[in-house]
Nanobody, 123 residues
Framework: QLQFVESGGGLVQPGGSLRLSCAAS????????IGWFRQAPGKEREGVSC????????YYADSVKGRFTISRDIAKNTVYLQMNSLKPEDTAVYYC????????????????WGQGTQVTVSS
């Protein structure tokens, strides 16, 4: 059974950093695109960053470029999202998700989802 366990969320002050982890079980990352999405209260779920495990290609939303870095550890079957220079507008529940084939930013294109981890940026 394909599952994700997300971790690393929490409360951080503006300008701070967090690293989110998405540990996969029941499948290997090799043939999947893994995406990080976030959803703030009252807002639609948006794509933050994606990585293709086959070739390492990545995508970043304009709002996080230069601040967030996505990476993968194939041996640990885990994808990470390093988040630096966090802003209050980054506050949301962050989800990782998987799909086969190419990077797509639309959340409906992803069939497998984790339970989410809360990130709160506040002073």
């Amino acid at each position: 059974q394909l599952q994700f366990v997300e971790s690393g969320g929490g409360l951080v002050q503006p300008g701070g950093s967090l690293r989110l982890s998405c540990a996969a079980s029941g499948f290997t990352l090799d043939y999947y695109v893994i995406g990080w999405f976030r959803q703030a209260p009252g807002k639609e779920r948006e794509g933050v960053s994606c990585i293709s495990s086959s070739d390492g290609s990545t995508y970043y939303a304009d709002s996080v470029k230069g601040r967030f870095t996505i990476s993968r550890d194939i041996a640990k079957n885990t994808v990470y999202l390093q988040m630096n220079s966090l802003k209050p507008e980054d506050t949301a529940v962050y989800y990782c998700a998987a799909r086969v084939s190419a990077i797509v930013v639309t959340s409906t294109a992803y069939a497998y989802w984790g339970q989410g981890t809360q990130v709160t940026v506040s002073s």
